[in-house]
């Protein structure tokens, strides 16, 4: 079975600066999605970024990028100057067809 | 255009009674699912619909749950006799699969 596990159940950041939240998996696919989610307070969950397993450049999205390492299985997300409002819980996910599976999450805190 | 709704927003019911949650996915979108949030948790899934083929009800915790999806679009999730372990926020995507799901704000199940 496919498993995602974030090892940082809570991770900090001074405004402005850069942080990196882990993300690794196990699959014994090579075709997938991997997916960076953000859920705020509000509990809406929100797409942040995400990867195709077969592309080796790593997806980046403004202030977001990832680093895809596929033989390593390891998919973190680095958050380029952070602000007030990245602070919540963040959820690495892997999708094959229509399995999709969550980490635990990762509560990134912003000091301003 | 429209995101993925669900109602209501919160629902607090008593031991024992059903309750019934109601998500309008994203126009187009045919595949929906269903996950369950518990307090700081991550996202467990439980019901997954495409199209007209038959639903993947694998993670439904017990009989008590039942999920169905009326001409493609609305779905309704119904838990009977609800216990205090149902208690949790109750999340719906959709997507046009296989590609990324769009949450909506989730319904928040309190079972006193």
């Known amino acids: 079975a496919q498993t995602v596990t974030q090892s940082q159940p809570e991770m900090s950041v001074q405004e402005a600066e850069t942080v990196t939240l882990s993300c690794t998996y196990d699959t014994s696919e090579s075709d997938y999605y991997l997916f960076w989610y953000k859920q705020p307070p509000s509990r809406q969950m929100i797409l942040v970024i995400r990867q195709e397993a077969y592309k080796q450049q790593n997806a980046t999205e403004n202030r977001f990028s990832v680093n895809f390492q596929k033989a390593a299985k390891s998919f973190s997300l680095k958050i380029s100057d952070s602000q007030l409002g990245d602070a919540a819980m963040y959820f690495c996910?892997?999708?094959?067809?229509?399995?999709?599976?969550f980490g635990a999450g990762t509560r990134l805190t912003v000091k301003p | 255009g429209a995101g993925v709704s669900q109602s209501p927003s919160n629902k607090v019911t008593e031991k024992g009674k059903d309750v019934e949650l109601r998500c309008d996915p994203i126009?187009?979108?045919?595949?929906l699912y269903w996950y369950r949030q518990s307090l700081g948790q991550g996202l467990e899934f439980l019901i997954y619909f495409q199209g007209n083929s038959a639903p993947d009800k694998s993670g439904l915790p017990s009989d008590r749950f039942s999920a169905e999806r009326t001409g493609g679009s609305v779905s309704t999730l119904t838990i009977q006799r609800t216990q205090q372990e149902d208690s949790a926020v109750y999340l719906c995507?959709?997507?046009?699969?296989?590609?990324?799901?769009?949450f909506g704000p989730g319904t928040r199940l309190t079972v006193l």
């Open positions: 126009s187009g979108h045919t595949a």
């Open positions: 995507a959709s997507s046009r699969a296989p590609d990324t799901q769009y």
């Open positions: 996910a892997y999708r094959r067809s229509h399995d999709m599976r």
